[in-house]
């Protein structure tokens, strides 16, 4: 059976600090990972996937994942945060259909 | 690229009444679509996974009969909740994909059932 764990429920940083939300996933294979963010009363928007290629993906608004198969982790992150990125964070694995985390909270403090 | 829409966004409805949620992409064909249901703070549940032209495959605990789902074309497929009670008050999410690439997701239909 395949899971995702988001490590934190909910996250704070301070704008223009760093950001990273945590993930870690187990499969008895090496699957596609995803990260997308759904702001309130919204959708998903996919940020960005990862498919064996690149170790290390960058997407939209300036994030970035690295899969790490040895800690099977697959850490979300971002130099720099802005106010417009407080959301909800999903960490997913392709399977049959998408497996996701539990979701973190970004929260963005002025 | 890669839009999918949903119709409508918000939807109020009398206790035994049905919905239909509309669920389209609307520049690419999606031969696989999915349903999902997502409850306040909480992550999203699979609900059921659709292939063009063939009936849904429903994730256990999933009523068919209660969630009427059809996807009748490549860039369109519905679910239809059936005699909606007050526990089926819920945010539905649709994704839809190309040949199992990568899933992109509509904006969400908020359910409130009376």
């Known amino acids: 059976a395949q899971s995702v764990t988001q490590l934190d429920s909910h996250v704070s940083v301070s704008e223009g600090t760093p950001v990273l939300l945590r993930c870690n996933y187990s499969?008895?294979?090496?699957?596609?990972l995803f990260w997308y963010v759904q702001h309130p009363n919204k959708g998903l928007q996919l940020l960005l996937k990862?498919?064996?290629?690149?170790?290390l993906v960058k997407g939209i608004n300036g994030f970035e994942a690295e899969f790490k198969k040895s800690e099977t982790s697959f850490h979300l992150t971002k130099p720099s945060a802005h106010m417009s990125d407080a959301a909800e964070y999903f960490c997913?694995?392709?399977?049959?259909?998408?497996?996701f985390g539990s979701g973190t909270r970004l929260q963005v403090q002025p | 690229g890669a839009v999918v829409s949903q119709h409508p966004s918000r939807v109020i409805c009398k206790s035994g009444t049905s919905v239909k949620i509309e669920c389209r992409s609307l520049?690419?064909?999606?031969?696989?679509m999915f349903w999902y249901r997502q409850f306040p703070k909480k992550s999203l549940m699979l609900m059921a996974t659709?292939?063009?032209?063939?009936?849904?495959?429903?994730e256990q605990g999933v009523e068919k009969d209660k969630f009427l789902i059809n996807h009748a074309s490549l860039t369109l497929s519905t679910l239809t909740v059936t005699s909606a009670h007050p526990e089926d008050s819920s945010f539905y999410i649709c994704?839809?994909?190309?040949?199992?690439?990568?899933?992109?997701f509509g904006p969400g239909t908020r359910l409130l059932v009376l």
């Open positions: 994704s839809a994909s190309w040949r199992g690439e990568t899933q992109y």
């Open positions: 499969s008895s294979y090496s699957p596609s």
């Open positions: 990862y498919t064996s290629a690149a170790t």
């Open positions: 997913a694995a392709s399977g049959r259909a998408l497996t």
């Open positions: 520049d690419f064909q999606a031969t696989t």
């Open positions: 659709s292939n063009e032209g063939s009936k849904a495959t429903y």
